[in-house]
């Protein structure tokens, strides 16, 4: 692999990304964990205690503690201070975010005004418009919500119904339609509408609270998120001033999808602090509670589980973080005031695409994972309303539908890079040439190809390159085999994530044990991460052998990447871990 010079999204599959690059958090300054405290006070003294009245639904609460959490600034950290915010650097929001997560609504509520509902007007809106509605939505005087989705328009949201049509003065448009699914949509005082003029050109618009025509339909009845508001929200000739829309018509798709790839980026934020909380009360558990006469957290099996939640956090933790730090050299040079501003954050919220996605399946699956293990090292109690697990488990289980299924996601994944490389924004011809050139002795330990995330890299070039020429244009309709490539994608990126932090923790001179069980949750991921691609590599591989036969050097070459690896003796590093975990209370790298 050669060492990367540029940073476009997608591009770490092409070669070695550097460290110096990386953000990790390890690297916060005082300022922003000082920031991350008050947002750990804040869950801890006024909204955990609520919990119970939080889960009765009792939307009034939520809107109360929103505004209370906006008077602390919390609403406020990616406004820019132009427009009433604090202008935080995207690391420390997406702290907030993690320190936010343990009472999963609060943190929905909270993610769908300051991501969903307040970044299209951020990235898209006019200097007149920010001015008007950003300080009160980073005050909390005012609560947004994101209106895209509509009864019959989940996933496919550009076949929404939803119409604009532009009042002969010219001065308004007449909004009717159905958006479904619109969290906060109770108490929100602003919506950002999304319609399609003269039901072609997709446009987004602000709609304020109280405007005739617009009315709410019921709570939904959910599995989980019981403390959030979701409705459908309803427009029946609905009148918006022309000043109103966001950008020029047919641009609504880019305030949309940016808008959505920062969201996932959030929302899996906020997944490192929920794992992170189910780890402490699974630790915790398993070290009080007693079977067979020895507690639980002396068990094989469940060592297992702890060491496994602990081992993927790390992981998704530094691919989280490497994220905040990509788009942050991104989104820290934009003017916010300036008339370039929405273009600049088009390209900046639209490069990494590609990331948000992964860290979104990654980080999503994750959540779902360990919320069920959690339960398991509870027994009967963790089926129970009595113990925090059941409500996670039932909580988390959106973050797979959520902002993207994560069946489109990963669909999305390979497309864009697909187009990317088409389009000649990144080698990816380049990358695969020198991938297929690479033969056994390439992999001899400890060689630069032979690294886990190296293989993995070389194995979705290799894959994707096969794919794509027995099935050409046709290789979208081949679903399966594209989520299993997207998976190893995925896989690469988060390892190498890894790999990353700690080199950057060894040149911070972490202490020695930290950095040891880092390498020690890295093997275990990596470990785990490689048998699933060598799988996925069979899997598609039989595959594409039925339409073209796969050159042998090629199946020698992938033979090659995932049996000239030895593997660690991972039940010995789960102990190790487990009990780490054990000693720490929790979460050991923090
Ligand atoms: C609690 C909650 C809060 C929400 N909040 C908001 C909000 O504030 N604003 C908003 O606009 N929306 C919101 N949504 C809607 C959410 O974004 C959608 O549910 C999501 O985008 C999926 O759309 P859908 O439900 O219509 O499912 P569908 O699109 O119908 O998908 C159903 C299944 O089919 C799969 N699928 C769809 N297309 C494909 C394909 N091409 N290939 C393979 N599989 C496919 C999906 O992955 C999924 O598994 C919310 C939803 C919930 C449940």
New binding site residues.
Partial sequence: MIPLTHAEGGAFLLGDSHPDRVFTPEDFTAESRMMARTAEEFLAREVLPKTAQIEQHDTDLMACLMRQAGELGLLAADVPVEYGGLGLDVPTGALLAEKLNPQQSFA?THE?HSV?AVMPLLLFGSHEQKLKYLPKLASGEWLG?????EPD?????LSAQTKAVLDPDGETYVLNGT??????AAFADLFTVFAKVDGSRFTAFLVERGTPGLSLGPE?H?LG?KG?S?RRVMFDNVGVPVDNRLGAEGTGHYAAFCTLNLGRFKLEAGAVGGLKALLRQDVEYAKQRKQFGRPIAEFGQIQHKIAEIAARTFVLESAVYRLAGMLDERFSSIDPTSTDAPAAYHAAAEEYSPECGIVKVFGSELYSESADESIQIHGGYGYTEEFPPARAWRDQR?LR????????VR?NLINTLIRRGSSGRIDLGDATKRALALTDADFAPDSEAGTPWNRLKTAALVLLHIASSAYGQRLPDE?EVVACIADIVIAAFVVESAALRMARMAARRVKPDILEIASIAADIVADQVLASAHIGAHTVMTRVAQTKPIDSAVQRLVVALFFSRESPDVIGLRRQLAKRCCEAGGYPWD
């Fill in positions: 929905l769908a969903i919500s994101f209106c895209l989705s328009s989940g996933s496919d949201a958006k479904m699914w619109i969290t906060n939904e959910k998120m959030t979701t959106l539908i959520g902002e993207g299924a994560n069946e489109v669909l679903q």
